[in-house]
T-cell receptor, first 114, second 114 residues
Framework: GAGVSQSPSNKVTEKGKDVELRCDPISGHTALYWYRQSLGQGLEFLIYFQGNSAPDKSGLPSDRFSAERTGGSVSTLTIQRTQQEDSAVYLC????????????FGSGTRLTVV | SQQGEEDPQALSIQEGENATMNCSYKTSINNLQWYRQNSGRGLVHLILIRSNEREKHSGRLRVTLDTSKKSSSLLITASRAADTASYFCATDAYSGGGADGLTFGKGTHLIIQP
């Protein structure tokens, strides 16, 4: 596609429920990244994928968070048993590959846990 | 972890004036990038400066990099109301041996008064 597409754009969920956030990167971009941004804060790195290599999960805040990338393209970030502190904007970005390239960001998913 | 630190946190100037934002970082980098964010959603890549470059221009933007001081500045000349946004610096420390993606600062919120 022409840009990075994220869905849904907004999600309100009850505490304890599971949510899935989707990211469709730019075609041909082999690197895909997930970040989280709380209100008025900077971006917190969560996870990145480079091609078919095992992802770097070093930024995931807890074992309730997981992500996968199927066929080197679309990625899904799953949060199990959501907590109120999970409320944030979840941003996905892609780049040609890791290192030395600018990122193209999607518009994000605003997650609100009530 | 927070690598880049922007200064100031907030800046308000009159339309037509120049706006200068600074960024300091702690570790060696491959390149440094600046992004703009409107309304708390997706970030837009503005400019990338590599560690062996000292200055770079793009339209009304001028970026400098001083690796000895581990600092960068972003200058926006002849500011316009549409430049009102948050500006983030991001450091890329990728060296080919694995990376955790770009590390972002908390941003400078720029307001251009008409």
């Amino acid at each position: 596609g022409a840009g990075v597409s994220q869905s849904p754009s907004n999600k309100v969920t009850e505490k304890g429920k599971d949510v899935e956030l989707r990211c469709d990167p730019i075609s041909g971009h082999t690197a895909l990244y997930w970040y989280r941004q709380s209100l008025g804060q900077g971006l917190e790195f969560l996870i990145y994928f480079q091609g078919n290599s095992a992802p770097d999960k070093s930024g995931l805040p807890s074992d309730r968070f997981s992500a996968e990338r199927t066929g080197g393209s679309v990625s899904t970030l799953t949060i199990q048993r959501t907590q109120q502190e999970d409320s944030a904007v979840y941003l996905c970005a892609s780049s040609h590959r890791v290192g030395g390239y600018g990122y193209t960001f999607g518009s994000g998913t605003r997650l609100t846990v009530v | 972890s927070q690598q880049g630190e922007e200064d100031p946190q907030a800046l308000s100037i009159q339309e037509g004036e120049n706006a200068t934002m600074n960024c300091s970082y702690k570790t060696s980098i491959n390149n440094l990038q600046w992004y703009r964010q409107n309304s708390g959603r997706g970030l837009v890549h503005l400019i990338l400066i590599r560690s062996n470059e000292r200055e770079k221009h793009s339209g009304r933007l001028r970026v400098t990099l001083d690796t000895s001081k581990k600092s960068s500045s972003l200058l926006i000349t002849a500011s316009r109301a549409a430049d009102t946004a948050s500006y983030f610096c991001a450091t890329d420390a990728y060296s080919g041996g694995g990376a955790d993606g770009l590390t972002f600062g908390k941003g400078t919120h720029l307001i251009i008064q008409p």
